[in-house]
């Protein structure tokens, strides 16, 4: 029985749709199966040949041809595939019906005939799994004729609709990607804003570390500390006086604080200036005759409620800011005036020359005799924000000691000419000899 139901599939398979087409016959009635030879296995699914149109075919043309060919050929075996599986189902359960049938007659019939199954595969898998082999090597190959059309067919040479859709997934794949920066943008913009201060506040505090540390490691001071130095202006000429090597940056606020100690009458004259170009009076600290103390801000005037006269010791730091031209004096610690309006949204101008003991009429020069600061002086120190009040009470109580970020107190950022002389002193001590 079962060579007879393997020749039956196999004829199926061989023969394609013809059983497919048959009508299912009504209970009761016999089938006469009939074997096939084995070369009518071919022939149920001949491959027509693709007539190539025209003359010869430049390459690019041909592997297309071929391409199109292989795909047909696939698409027709898949069919094949289809109606063979179709047909033994069919013809499965029109055997399952025989079998139930009284069948020792139609055996002994079929024993009767040649048999010539023997020669063709028994089981119908079989077929099946040559068939899918054929169309998996027939697939291989579609896909080598592919990659090989991609290499030497340029991208112009592709059809338009391939071509289209091409350009419609780069379009969508750039916008993805232009949206994506745009939003990295954005989160890089508002964490720069957020951080942007504070980030500032700390390089400028990395930035005068690093100059401090610099100017220490360079400098050979003859002091015991480079800071514990004072400059000694004992006449009131126009020649004394000491520079700053260092300049300002552009300002906005500004704390400048240092120790005097003056018993010149009248007047102490100049502790120091600071002038740019196209104004001399940037920024002054003068007593001049029997005035007070005045701070001149790009050449506006402020008085000051200070008294230091009087040859001992004493520690000044003045404050001021652009917004709205507020300013503070401390003496010795202890806040003793504060106005507004000196100068305001006035930025102090960068790059100019910071003088000790002169007033300049010029950048640098021209100085007036009446008007030069006649004493001592240490710890003049520029910070560029407003120092707070606390601060600066430690730093006159000598608890604390903050250089500068901006102009600091060492020996080789200053220099003295004309019979100036830079002296060893520790103000702090030298303060407790003057109570």
Same mark, same amino acid.
């Given at each position: 029985?079962?060579?007879?139901?393997?020749?039956?599939?196999?004829?199926?398979?061989?023969?394609g749709r013809g059983a497919a087409g048959e009508q299912e016959s009504p209970p009761g009635s016999?089938?006469?199966?009939?074997?096939?030879?084995?070369?009518?296995?071919?022939?149920?699914?001949?491959?027509?040949?693709?007539?190539?149109?025209?003359?010869?075919?430049?390459?690019? %043309?041909?592997?297309?041809?071929?391409?199109? @060919?292989?795909?047909?050929?696939?698409? @027709?075996?898949? %069919?094949?595939?289809?109606? @063979?599986?179709?047909?033994?189902?069919?013809?499965?359960?029109?055997?399952?019906?025989?079998?139930?049938?009284?069948?020792?007659?139609?055996?002994?019939?079929? $024993?009767?005939?040649?048999?010539?199954?023997?020669?063709l595969p028994r089981d119908p898998a079989q077929v099946i799994d040559q068939l899918s082999r054929?169309?998996?090597?027939?697939?291989?190959?579609?896909?080598?004729?592919?990659?090989?059309?991609?290499?030497?067919?340029?991208?112009?040479?592709?059809?338009?609709?391939?071509?289209?859709?091409?350009?419609?997934?780069?379009?969508?794949?750039?916008? @993805?990607?232009?949206?994506?920066?745009?939003?990295?943008?954005?989160?890089?913009?508002?964490?720069?804003? &957020?951080?942007?201060?504070?980030?500032?506040?700390?390089?400028?505090?990395?930035?005068?570390?690093?100059?401090?540390?610099?100017?220490?490691?360079?400098?050979?001071?003859? #002091?015991?500390?480079?800071?514990? #130095?004072?400059?000694?202006?004992?006449?009131?000429?126009?020649?004394?006086? $000491?520079?700053?090597?260092?300049?300002?940056?552009?300002?906005?606020? #500004?704390?400048?604080?240092?120790?005097?100690?003056?018993?010149?009458?009248?007047?102490?004259?100049?502790?120091?200036?600071?002038?740019? =170009?196209?104004?001399?009076?940037?920024?002054?600290? !003068?007593?001049?005759?029997?005035? =007070?103390?005045?701070?001149?801000?790009?050449?506006?005037?402020?008085?000051?409620?200070?008294?230091?006269?009087?040859?001992?010791?004493?520690?000044i730091c003045i404050t001021w800011t652009t917004r709205d031209g507020m300013w503070e004096a401390?003496?010795?610690?202890?806040?003793?005036?504060?106005?507004?309006?000196?100068?305001?949204?006035?930025?102090?101008?960068?790059?100019?020359?910071?003088?000790? $003991?002169?007033?300049?009429?010029?950048?640098?020069?021209?100085?007036?005799?009446?008007?030069? #600061?006649?004493?001592?002086?240490?710890?003049?120190?520029?910070?560029?924000?407003?120092?707070?009040?606390?601060?600066?009470?430690? !730093?006159?109580?000598?608890?604390?000691?903050?250089?500068?970020? !901006?102009? =600091?107190?060492?020996?080789?950022?200053?220099?003295?000419?004309?019979?100036?002389?830079?002296?060893?002193?520790?103000?702090? &001590?030298?303060?407790?000899?003057?109570?």
């Amino acid at each position: 029985m079962l060579p007879v139901v393997a020749g039956l599939l196999l004829a199926v398979a061989a023969g394609g749709r013809g059983a497919a087409g048959e009508q299912e016959s009504p209970p009761g009635s016999r089938f006469v199966c009939t074997s096939l030879p084995l070369d009518a296995a071919g022939a149920g699914c001949p491959l027509p040949p693709v007539p190539m149109q025209g003359g010869a075919l430049p390459p690019e %043309e041909e592997l297309k041809a071929t391409v199109l @060919q292989l795909r047909e050929t696939v698409l @027709q075996q898949k %069919e094949t595939i289809g109606s @063979q599986r179709e047909a033994i189902r069919e013809l499965t359960g029109k055997l399952s019906r025989c079998e139930s049938t009284d069948g020792k007659p139609w055996k002994k019939e079929m $024993g009767k005939g040649k048999d010539t199954m023997g020669d063709l595969p028994r089981d119908p898998a079989q077929v099946i799994d040559q068939l899918s082999r054929t169309m998996q090597t027939l697939k291989d190959r579609l896909e080598s004729l592919e990659h090989q059309l991609r290499a030497n067919v340029s991208y112009a040479a592709l059809p338009n609709d391939l071509r289209e859709m091409l350009q419609r997934r780069l379009g969508d794949l750039e916008r @993805q990607l232009l949206s994506k920066v745009a939003e990295l943008e954005d989160e890089k913009s508002l964490l720069h804003n &957020e951080t942007s201060a504070h980030r500032q506040k700390t390089e400028t505090a990395l930035n005068a570390l690093l100059e401090r540390v610099s100017e220490l490691e360079k400098g050979s001071s003859a #002091f015991k500390s480079p800071d514990e #130095f004072k400059v000694s202006l004992p006449l009131r000429t126009n020649y004394l006086y $000491g520079k700053i090597k260092k300049t300002l940056p552009e300002l906005y606020a #500004f704390t400048v604080c240092l120790w005097l100690r003056s018993s010149a009458s009248p007047g102490i004259g100049t502790p120091f200036s600071y002038a740019v =170009p196209g104004q001399a009076n940037e920024i002054v600290l !003068i007593e001049w005759g029997n005035n =007070p103390i005045e701070l001149l801000i790009n050449d506006k005037v402020a008085q000051l409620p200070l008294f230091i006269s009087d040859g001992k010791w004493h520690h000044i730091c003045i404050t001021w800011t652009t917004r709205d031209g507020m300013w503070e004096a401390f003496q010795d610690g202890e806040k003793l005036g504060t106005g507004e309006n000196l100068a305001p949204w006035h930025p102090i101008k960068p790059g100019g020359v910071l003088i000790l $003991g002169q007033e300049q009429d010029t950048v640098g020069g021209r100085f007036d005799a009446t008007q030069a #600061f006649v004493g001592d002086m240490s710890q003049f120190n520029i910070w560029d924000r407003v120092l707070k009040a606390e601060d600066i009470m430690n !730093i006159a109580n000598c608890s604390t000691n903050m250089p500068g970020n !901006i102009i =600091p107190w060492v020996d080789n950022n200053v220099d003295v000419f004309g019979g100036a002389t830079k002296w060893p002193v520790e103000t702090c &001590e030298e303060r407790l000899l003057d109570l």
